[in-house]
Structures are given as C-alpha cells and as structure tokens.
C-alpha cells in the first residue's frame, strides 16, 4: 500500500467502477507522487498510460502513436496514420485535423481488456495548451461517441496554477465531462513518523520541516542515516536532487527568477511585510504585489490574515509566509551561501551554517502539525466541534496558533510552544490575554509543546477538560 494515500487511491478505484463513464482530474505539484499514486491505481488493471511531453502538435500524435504500438493497440501499417505520413508535404499547405487524428488514436483503447477501458494521460496541459482539440475527443470519448463501452479517464497536471485559474477558460464547454477533481496534497506529519521509525520525533520534525512533506523529497531520506548525515548526503552533496531543487523548483513555475529569488530570500529572512519587501529590494508596492501573487497562486507562498471578528486594535495586517517547505529551507541555509557551500566541506557547511539552527527551523512548522491533529480529530468525529473555519491571529502582542469554530459558534483554540522545552502557565495566561484581545471565545483549549507542560499547567487541565495538553511526544 502507497503510504498516506489510501483515500486518494479509493477515489480513484471508486471512479473505476462507478456505473457511467467518468473523467478525473488529479492535480498538484511536482513531486508530490501522482505518477506512484497512478502506479499503485493501475497496477492490477489493463490500462493505457501516456506522459505528455512539451512538444509540437504534430510531434504529440507522433509520441502518442509510437506508444500505441509498443503496446499493441494499434499496428505499424495502421492505414489512416501511414496515409498522414504520406501526405505531408500536402498537409504543410492546409489545416491539420487534429481532431480526428485524436479520435482516430483514442478510439484504440477500446481494445483494452476488461469491462472499464481506462485511459491515463499525465502532464494532459501539454497538449491542452497548443491543440484545443484534444479535451473535445476526450469529451467525445466520455460522452460516448468514440465508442459504446464504459471508459474511464485520468488526467493529470503538475501546474496547480493553471488548473485552478485558466483550465477551464482552455477547455471551454468541454470542462462539461470533467466528473471531479482530485488534488494531491503534502503527506502529513503522521505519515512522516511512519516512514521514518528509527528518528526521534525531534528528528522527524524536522525532516517534516525541511521536505514540506512532498514525497519525492522524502525519497531522498534515509531511516538508516541520522538528520545531520542525511542532510551533508542527499542535500549538500552535488549530484542529489535536493542540492539545486530550491532553485530549479522555482524555475520550473516561473519566469524571472532572479526577483523571485530576491523576493523568497527576503521572505525567508524574516521580512513578512509588503513595505519589509519594499524597502529592502527597492521594487515597487505594485511590482512586488504581482510577484507574491503568482507565488501564491503555485503554493509557493501564502499570505496569513487574522482572524476577523474584533479586537482589530490589537491585530496586525496580513504577513507572508513561505509555504513549501524545501523552498523555506533552501532560501533560508543554501540560496545566501552558496560561495560557502561551493568551498567547504559539505559537513563542515553542515556544522557552522545548518545544525546550531535546524531544530529552531522544525518549530516554524509545529503549527502546522497542530493544525493536522485538530483537523485529524474533526475528521474523525473526536473533536469537540464540528470545524466550519479555521483561522489564525497575529497581534501585537503575541499571537493564536488555531482558531477554529463550527456553526454554533463554539470555539477551538490551539496554542503550539517550541521556543521552550516545557509550556510554561505564564505562556497560558499570555494566550488568555490575546483571546480577549482578538475577541473570540475560548470553549476547548489545545496546548502543543515541544516537551511537556509545568506542573501548574498540569494540574489546571485535570480539573478542566476542556484544556488539552499535547506533547510532541504523543504524536
């Protein structure tokens, strides 16, 4: 069983024997594990499974026919496609009719075995993007005008981006078969801890930390090697994946990398404000606006409000945050120190640059992992309320972690302590003055902590029941 991906997979099964044909959509971002989602899903099954290149119109019928025949759907001497290569020079003077060569290609899957003919085409915006004609023959073959016999088809995409905001603009009324859409999301906190038995949950905090949960970072983990070797070997080290990933991540989404960079390494500096980012690279309010956009539009950044119900004197504006975390890690450790990195040994670059910091690092993601638990327990009927929203609050003088409520108006408040060992009952009553100032209610506390809590805080939480205190231990 692929690990953290067992309600994905069951959608997909779902969709496979669901009574009417069906097209999903599965979407996120590059290494996140679509194509081993895809694997395990097709494993026991008679499919056809094409990856989209980058390439001409006509090359894309090339490349998708070429794999037809090492699969044996179609032959060699298939006719239509023969009389196509003979006519070229006639087709350079005319419009290509891309549908039909489509259709005519498709049609072909037809001769899988199995009552569901299925049909997988990954990095599909490749040939959306240059040829329109393709989603209508895959319309056309859901709809079930290619053929009479029940298909099911999966298209996947790595640009989150253009899925959630032009994809179905590009397809037009062909988005009409699109029965649902399935987004691979980071494995969480939980997933990592099974996947890495012999670390201490510090450890696996901050493996968490540094990979943002993408699976295809966390390949390049060992269990069998420490944090500190596991980083000198599969992030340091040229010739690993991670060593330019930070960079090329980036690359790969956007153009103009070098004011991307300048933007995230300010980010990842601690400069959370737009007029931060301002002063220190000097680009304008708006040129700078556009940039966090389209970085968080890719989930490369997220802008965090306050929660917004009151006490707004108390509240600050919106901050930046960098989301993925291998791009935090990357900007933060590597991006600056590259001379360094290029010079020194890659555990002596470990010893002065990452190691006195790395576990101060894990922290920045400790709320995260408070939020997973919370949300753990709601989906799981175990949470005191039904979550409607989930919010945090940022104030002047200190700030709520989680702020969750349901439609009753009842609250769950979370708190999360690593810059200390043991959560202290000065922390606490700190967290009491903030829900005051951000004027929410307080109906179920959630305490997370590094270590452990301080006898008062303790001995409150047995009289209270509505106060939980969770340890990073009890993970």
Request: include cysteine.
């Amino acid at each position: 069983m692929l690990l953290g991906r067992s309600e994905e997979l069951s959608k997909l099964n779902d969709s496979y024997i669901e009574d009417g044909n069906t097209l999903t959509i599965l979407y996120g971002r590059s290494n996140i594990g679509k194509t081993s989602l895809i694997k395990e899903f097709i494993k026991d099954k008679d499919a056809f499974y094409y990856l989209a290149c980058q390439a001409s119109e006509e090359e894309q019928i090339n490349l998708l026919k070429k794999e037809m025949i090492d699969c044996n759907l179609i032959g060699k001497d298939e006719g239509f496609l023969e009389k196509i290569d003979e006519e070229k020079e006639k087709l350079k003077l005319q419009k290509k009719d891309m549908y039909s060569e489509y259709a005519h290609l498709l049609n072909n899957i037809r001769k899988l075995s199995g009552d569901t003919k299925l049909l997988i085409v990954e990095e599909f915006q490749n040939i959306v993007k240059s040829n329109k004609e393709f989603m209508a023959v895959i319309n056309a073959l859901v709809s079930g005008k290619l053929f009479d016999e029940k298909v099911c088809v999966v298209l996947t995409s790595s640009s989150i981006s253009w899925v959630e905001n032009s994809m179905i603009k590009a397809v037009g009324e062909n988005a009409n078969a699109i029965s649902s859409f399935l987004k691979l999301k980071e494995l969480s906190f939980v997933d990592i801890v099974r996947m890495f038995p012999k670390h201490s949950v510090l450890d696996d905090m901050a493996i968490y930390a540094i990979t943002g949960g993408v699976p295809g970072y966390l390949k390049e983990f060992s269990d069998k090697l420490s944090l500190r070797d596991n980083i000198i070997e599969n992030v340091l080290k040229k010739g690993k994946l991670l060593y330019f990933e930070g960079s090329n991540y980036i690359k790969e989404e956007l153009r103009e990398t070098s004011l991307y960079n300048t933007i995230l390494y300010c980010i990842a500096s601690g400069m959370n404000k737009l007029n931060e980012l301002h002063i220190h690279t000097g680009f304008g309010r708006d040129k700078i606006s556009v940039y966090l956009k389209n970085l968080i539009e890719r989930e490369i950044v997220e802008k965090v409000y306050s929660y917004d119900i009151g006490g707004k004197e108390h509240t600050r504006k919106g901050l930046y945050n960098i989301k993925s975390g291998y791009t935090k890690f990357w900007f933060k450790y590597i991006y600056a120190n590259g001379s360094r990195l290029s010079k020194l040994d890659a555990s002596e670059f470990y010893d002065k640059f990452i190691g006195p910091s790395i576990y101060d690092f894990a922290g920045e993601a400790f709320v995260s992992v408070g939020t997973e638990f919370i949300e753990l327990l709601d989906s799981m009927g175990k949470l005191e309320i039904k979550i409607n929203s989930r919010a945090r609050w940022w104030g002047k003088d200190g700030n709520i972690d989680i702020i969750a409520t349901d439609n009753a108006g009842r609250f769950v408040i979370g708190k999360c302590n690593w810059e200390s060992d043991t959560f202290k009952y000065e922390q606490y009553e700190n967290l009491l003055d903030n829900i005051k100032q951000a004027n929410v209610g307080s109906d179920y506390i959630y305490l997370f902590s590094k270590d452990g809590f301080d006898e008062e805080l303790n001995r409150i939480s047995k009289n209270n029941p509505n106060i939980k205190l969770i340890s990073l231990n009890d993970f």
